[in-house]
């Protein structure tokens, strides 16, 4: 489990640099200027600085967060029912899959998913809009919730990990380790986007693919281990 840990923390850490800047960064810098717009201050502290966007990733965290203790319920919950000797090791083997797979498509690959794809999308566009237009000091954490929700790559890996642990508390736990991994570089975002370049968000991306890749290899070597077809000693 704690190579697990690191290995999400580090996804969420490198991607938080790469791919949320480049995917969320956008929403970052749009509701900074929105909120300075509809709910203007007149001298700026190093505190209302950082408020809006500490308020905005607390409450992507916690959406995370309860995402994680619902995928690993979901995870237990199939176990359960399935009544499955060896079926943690069948999940961990299918979750690891998935993040092999996601990793090759973040990394640009081959893409296998299509954001396209995902029903509903334009009504939560327009509830993310409607949302902005009225985005102020005091409710940027429930936009934080709700952008929380928005379909990410990154945030399908770590609730297919989350999925895998088959435990309400290990779940919830995979999901906040990943979102406190992205944390640094969605702050820093807001107030310092202009420094990082576009080069380096690109390296920094294909090296968080890689550490998803990792992961997912990791996964499906428990899982082979769980089944009983090849013991690794070594995985802790």
Known sequence: MNLDLVAVFLIGFLGG???CIGMCG????????????????KYHSKWQTLQPHLLYNFGRIFTYTILGEIFGLLGGTIGLILAMRNFQGALQLFAGIVMILMGI?????????SRD?????KGFKRLITDLF?????????????????LPCGLVY????????????YGGMLTMLVFSLGTLPAMVLTGVTAH???ARLRHHLYRLASWMVILLGVLTVLRGIDGLGWLRIYWLV
């Open 17 to 19: 640099f790469s791919h």
């Open 26 to 41: 956008g929403f970052v810098l749009t509701y900074t200027l929105k909120v300075q717009e509809n709910d203007p201050v």
């Open 105 to 113: 498509e973040l990394s640009g690959w081959i893409p296998f998913f």
């Open 117 to 121: 794809t995902f029903p509903g999308l």
């Open 133 to 149: 237009n009225r985005v102020n000091r005091k409710n940027v954490f429930g936009l934080g919730l709700v952008l929380g929700f």
């Open 157 to 168: 890996v770590a609730g297919a990990k989350a999925a895998a642990t088959q435990s309400f």
């Open 195 to 197: 420094l990082i370049s």
